[in-house]
């Protein structure tokens, strides 16, 4: 389960490190990685992954927002995290519990 994790932080930090050299499709070894460890079917998983996807494309908009103070960047990035659990829960029913998805406040610092 730390694996999925990994890849689903490590996707987020490529997207926000490499925001211009954005992937049209979602990431393959996060779907392979979500078809081993958890079980479930192709498309699933690629819902899953493009919701992860499009949840680092805007994580990335916020943190890259000028605009806004780094409390604020943290409660939306906090926000869209809680959303992309929601989504994720509602492809495949208990998948991941809260604590895999969403970060301790501790670790968004």
């Not at 996707?11 to 081993?36: D, H, M, R, S, W």
């Amino acid at each position: 389960m730390k694996n999925v994790l990994l890849l689903i932080s490590l996707f987020v930090i490529c997207n926000l490190t490499y925001g211009q050299q954005k992937e049209t499709a979602p990431n393959e070894i996060l779907v392979e990685k979500l078809i081993k460890e958890k079980d479930i079917d192709r498309n699933r998983a690629l819902k899953i992954a493009q919701t992860i996807q499009d949840t680092a494309d805007e994580i990335n908009n916020v943190y890259n927002d000028s605009t806004l103070t780094d409390n604020v960047k943290r409660d939306k990035i906090d926000k869209l995290y809680l959303l992309r659990f929601d989504k994720i829960n509602h492809i495949v029913p208990g998948i991941f519990r809260r604590e895999e998805i969403v970060p301790n406040r501790k670790q968004l610092r």
